[in-house]
């Protein structure tokens, strides 16, 4: 079963609004990662936030983690067009396995 | 952090031909990882490479259909065999950026169509 499940799927705003993106897990996990993809090239990884945090910010991004519902939330503040992307939840379960990768949420931020 | 450099970038294969993708990476790597993202989807981990010792490969994929040579602690090399259609998808390389598992540092990715 998929272990990183976002929604929405696809968002599109307006520059200048901010954009949430969900993440919902099913396992119990160490910390969960928030990684973005531009038009299909490499990830980079933007924030993580350890099983023991709620909340963590950089610079116009905000992470929330609730373990207790197995999600997370990805905030991004003021939103500029060059923030259209891809961006993946990914989770290193307690297990040890690798990090599983969520089905993205592909965010276009129009001019 | 490091940086990690992957060849090609793209490329258009014909049907039962194979590709090699490079990852060089410039720093010394405990362990380097290889993903494939198929069109419109999310990373699947194919395998580790290890250096010195054989790749551990993921459920769903085997070493004949995926070759992995780790020659040093820098380099490391996925085939991609017997191409088919199926085949067409994004292929990264990674490694750990940091603390094991922390977070992990791509390459750019190959993207590989298949005709």
């Known amino acids: 079963s998929q272990q990183g499940e976002e929604d929405p799927q696809a968002l599109s705003i307006q520059e200048g609004e901010n954009a949430t993106m969900n993440c919902s897990y099913k396992t119990s996990i160490n910390n969960l990662q928030w990684y973005r993809q531009n038009s299909g090239r490499g990830l980079v990884h933007l924030i993580l936030i350890r099983s023991n945090e709620r909340e963590k910010h950089s610079g116009r991004l905000r992470v929330t983690l609730d373990t207790s519902k197995k999600s997370s939330s990805l905030l991004i503040t003021a939103s500029r067009a060059a923030d259209t992307a891809s961006y993946f939840c990914?989770?290193?379960?307690?297990?040890?396995?690798?990090?599983?990768f969520g089905e993205g949420t592909q965010l276009t931020v129009n001019p | 952090s490091a940086v990690i450099s992957q060849k090609p970038s793209r490329d258009i294969c014909q049907r039962g031909t194979s590709l090699t993708i490079q990852c060089q990476v410039d720093s010394q790597v405990t362990m380097m990882f290889w993903y494939r993202q198929q069109p419109g989807q999310s990373l699947t981990l194919i395998a580790t490479?290890?250096?010195?010792?054989?790749?551990?490969?993921e459920s769903g994929f085997v070493i004949d259909k995926f070759p992995i040579s780790r020659p040093n602690l820098t380099f490391s090399t996925l085939t991609v065999s017997n191409m088919s259609p199926e085949d067409s998808s994004i292929y990264l390389c990674?490694?750990?950026?940091?603390?094991?598992?922390?977070?992990?540092?791509f390459g750019s990715g190959t993207q590989l169509s298949v005709l």
């Open positions: 990674s490694v750990d950026g940091g603390s094991a598992n922390e977070k992990l540092l």
């Open positions: 490479a290890n250096q010195g010792s054989e790749a551990t490969y």
């Open positions: 990914a989770t290193e379960e307690t297990s040890g396995s690798r990090l599983t």
